[in-house]
């Protein structure tokens, strides 16, 4: 035991090092400067390798700027999505009401000892009645908002299976950028199952963007997604910590943890979001952090980081958040 937590503080030590490292060496002097006639794709890839070449994990980005340009730094389909995928099973959801013309106002009667105590569930909080009764609009804003399990599983149980789900987001983003196989409740059974329901940086990031842009499913249920999206209480740290506070800038986002094994690495950490500056710029950004050596605060940090990196380059500004670890 002794050596084990030797081996663990050592460790925490390494990551710790190595974020202080990243924070302060990181930043592109390019990203600084008024015009350097570099590419602006080419700086934000440049930055973002530096950081996701220096962590303790392994970090797949992508961003998509107005529509357009385009920026991948390790886009594999390699990362576990974990709740990032509720955005893809709310669409598949709202599609299939759209068909049968149901109203996401149906009241859905849910046994409570049907459901999971020892999951996260805000649902089960905030209802300790032995039949629950809530509106498909109601569990899926505890879903997207809260990223509540018990109603993922759920609705996936008895509305939209996987499957269903899996195919209809692949008429929206490349087949091969993605996999939807098991529920929330089937990787908690099964930790290895996290690394069966996977995406690209890029994939998940055209799934945001597109929901943000394109007309993919009825204008009420989509506008409602997007909106529950822009609510989103989970994972502030990641993303959204250095916009908070910007005059003018909406945040749209929605975050996916994994799991942290015996040896203190971390499955997944990831947040994607879709972001509009006061200038007119729109952006979505998708952050994956996979076998991160460390704890959940580090690898948000490094999220932070990395989203504070992409902003100061596209507003050009010189006020780039103090990431310095407490």
Not at 273 to 294: H, S
Request: with cysteine.
């Amino acid at each position: 035991m002794a050596k084990i937590r030797v081996w663990k503080t050592a460790a925490a030590c390494a990551v710790l090092a190595c974020i202080t490292a990243i924070t302060f060496l990181s930043f592109p002097e390019s990203a600084k400067k008024e015009d350097t006639g570099v590419p602006l794709a080419k700086i934000l890839t440049d930055s973002i390798y530096k950081i996701a070449s220096s962590s303790p994990g392994e970090i797949g980005v992508a961003v998509i700027i107005n529509n357009t340009d385009t920026v991948k730094v390790n886009d594999k389909s390699v990362y576990p999505m974990m709740s990032v995928f509720k955005v893809h099973q709310a669409l598949a959801l709202c599609n299939e009401f759209d068909g049968k013309g149901t109203s996401l106002d149906t009241l859905i009667a849910i046994d409570r000892d049907r459901l999971d105590p020892d999951t996260w569930s805000p649902m089960m909080k905030d209802h300790t009645e032995p039949v629950i009764s809530l509106t498909v609009r109601d569990l899926l804003r505890y879903s997207l908002i809260q990223s509540d399990n018990n109603a993922s599983n759920f609705m996936f149980r008895n509305m939209v299976g996987t499957a269903q789900t899996d195919s209809f987001i692949a008429t929206i983003i490349p087949r091969s950028s993605f996999r939807i196989a098991y529920t929330e409740e089937e990787m908690s059974a099964d930790h290895d199952k996290a690394y069966s329901n996977y995406t690209s940086p890029l994939g998940a990031a055209i799934l945001m963007n597109r929901l943000f842009v394109d007309a993919l499913i009825s204008g009420e249920k989509q506008d409602f997604i997007m909106n529950a999206l822009r609510e989103c209480m989970t994972g502030t740290d990641r993303i959204s910590a250095p916009l908070l506070g910007k005059n003018g800038v909406t945040i749209a986002h929605k975050t996916g943890s994994g799991y942290t094994n015996e040896n203190g690495v971390l499955a997944a950490h990831n947040d994607v979001a879709y972001i509009c500056l006061p200038n007119g710029t729109r952006y979505t950004l998708a952050v994956f952090v996979k076998d991160f050596k460390g704890n959940e605060s580090q690898s948000s940090q490094l999220v932070a980081h990395i989203s504070a990196v992409v902003y100061s380059i596209l507003t050009g500004s010189r006020d780039i958040p103090d990431q310095r670890l407490p």
